[in-house]
DNA sequence: AAGTGGTCTAGACCACTAT
DNA sequence: TAGTGGTCTAGACCACTTT
């Protein structure tokens, strides 16, 4: 036993009783008192054990059920899940907090230019082979440090209000931290790994032939038309994806 | 106006109301009808709009705001949440897919063997420097194509159960899928990029010096001891990590 | 003061599982 | 039949923001 878990609800206290009786269920299983496969006391139980609702209670379920730490079985009762992998889920908190960092963080504009869409431009933004649309490549440096390579292709449209604000240099951070571009209604991203190349290997200032990892996204208005087909490039030394699975306390 | 949105809710679904209600809400923001920024009724005239209690319309508000949709503010309303792109998260479905498909896929062993940690492998797992470990090689293998190739070191410990069934070929499906090992009470994973070696490349049935994706591991039990560390390699054309952002239907 | 979201209650009724 | 989770109600009270 390595730590004595707090066994009643502070009513007298500024954080809720939902979260405070989550919490207490959540260390108990943190420290083993409840292992995997092993059932939680029913919901009336728990009511009578710590003074709450009914729906106080089911809530507290439902919200440790949503952090993957139990599942609730319809008349049979509640169980702790054993550990599964396949749950863990990555974010991208690491490139927010790049862009979060203003003071920190520099946006170098390299190119616009017009630029006709091959085959594969054409398919990903639904458009027909030769139409216009926007290339714009951007290197994103960080503690005076290039950190990501950026390209990505608009749809060419002057009616669009969103290519001139796409246009803006400060557009990324808003896409990274919210607030920013609100005709956009969904994105499609994609994580692979890339060999870098000699072009983006001497503008991140990293050696030939380095790993990286590859950030591709396709953005979609809210008539679920393509405005924007593009990529990061990251070296894998300088941005990783983590994350934990399992029980947090 | 792409599609119409159904507009009540039926009590006779079996459908429960707080989940049509979301849907409802979600579909009139996908529709373009609710924008980023723009302030959703407030819970009582929702209340009143669809006839459900205050209790169910809060459900529901708190299931969008979780889904990262809308965001509700104290004394001012909720608000529909622009695109961040910071809150994408990708998960490891992929990777579970493999194992879950037992017909296909083949985990074999290359080598198991005691070793004795070095400085690197000590540190992971909170050892000394010389102290034993298992070390374990497999290949992964879906559709008779090598899809991951997998190498990790366990604590030695007679007194572990968990050496024994983490031996078992088979653990690696149950870590992937859930009700595998019940002794694991957290994981710490990381993805980088990297450039197989000329061994990965062998035994991957890929071109030398191919760029792909790296899923390391540290696995914790109860008494928050490391018990594994390895890592998984895997080209990138033959797994991608995918997600998408917004509001999806 | 009026309107907003946030928490909580004490029940009701239902669906499902075990015995 | 008894016990379990799942949904839902019709209020109450509070904290916060706006006017």
Redesign the pocket.
Known sequence: MRQDVPAT?D?SSYE?????LANILRRQIAAGIFRPGD????????CRRY??????V??V??IL?EQGVVV???????FVKPLELGTAAFNLEEFQRIFRDEEQTKVTLLEIRIASADERIAQKLALEVGQRTIYIRRLISHQEAPVLYHREYLIYDPKRPIVEAELEVTSLRGLFNGGGESTLKRGELTIDATVLTKEEAQLLQAPEATAALRLEHIFYDFEDHPVSWGWFICPSDRLRLTTTVGIQE
């Open positions: 609800i009513r809720p009783a939902y979260a405070q059932r939680l006391p029913s919901e009336a139980q728990l003074g709450v609702s009914p729906m106080t089911r809530r379920i439902n059920a609730a079985e319809q008349g049979r009762g509640t």
